[in-house]
């Protein structure tokens, strides 16, 4: 079967049900009723799995062998209800702990950043407060956002307030652009994460930074959250919020890559904005970010080179 066709799941892999033992599952979370700027979020989830066509099974660089070495499915889209964000996030969290008590790793497909909410809901149910890479333009640790506690600019503040995370073990990367306060990110600081600032990573590898992260959080069980625009808008123009100055695609794989061998309990990728992208570059890098993702998982094996 040619790479055009198939069944459209995120690189045509088996459909699943929730539940079902397997060892991955990809899951899509079209909600973006929590986006502040621009609006279309909700349809990246079916544009990844579309692009992610264009990946073949097997890492060249690392030599990582998901597909041989277990269980990978795709669990479709989640529930949402489009019109009340509080009522979503029971359906995410729900769904989250039934996928969590079968064994799965999750693999989500957002979506706006306000979803990462209900999925650390779920992560600490089922694995206590979990150590988080955060790779984002924005902390979104905002008290409120036009009085609204449930935005995507506002999960972070909202994790800690519900001990969903092991602050120590919170690592923001990529921050940068304009602020409405000179100490927007000083909030985060006063937690106890560590903030990595977009100019910080200019011009430089960021695997000995992963090596740091690496040794810091041992064996803690660790959620990968990675908003695309924390990628600067150069090689990734399809989202809601750009901020110039971003991180590279090299570093962003450099991220993924260097938590190879960490205890992942999940992963997301979210605000991929289809109606601003219109070569449909930025849904193909983050089908591509995904696969890197799954190549971490802690079952996959390594072809020796």
Known sequence: ???????????????????????????????????????????APREIRDESRLLRPYNMA?????????????????????????????????????ILASGCVPFALG?????ILPILRAMRAAHGPVAVIHVDAHADANEHMFGERYTHG??????VEEDLLECNKVYQIGLRGTGYHPDDFDWCRNQGFRVIEAHECWHKSLTPLMKELHVEIGNH????SFDIDGLDPSVAPGTGTPEPGGLSVVQ??????????????????VEVCPPFDLSKSTSLLAANLVYEMLCIHPKVEYHSK
């Open 1 to 43: 079967m040619p790479r055009f066709g198939g069944p459209v799941t995120f690189m045509r892999v088996a459909e699943g049900q929730i539940g079902e033992k397997i060892d991955a599952g990809i899951v899509g979370i079209p909600l973006d009723i929590a986006t502040s700027n621009r609006p279309g979020a909700r349809l």
């Open 62 to 98: 690392t030599g990582a062998k998901p597909f041989d070495s277990m269980q990978v499915a795709d669990l479709g889209d989640l529930p949402i209800n489009t019109y009340n964000i509080e009522k979503s996030y029971e359906t995410i969290s729900l769904h989250y702990q039934n």
């Open 111 to 115: 979506g706006d950043h306000s979803i």
């Open 154 to 159: 506002t999960p972070f503040r909202r994790a």
């Open 221 to 224: 069980p660790t959620y990968i």
């Open 252 to 269: 962003a794989l450099e991220i993924i890559r260097g938590c190879r061998g960490l205890n992942i309990v999940g992963c997301d990728v």
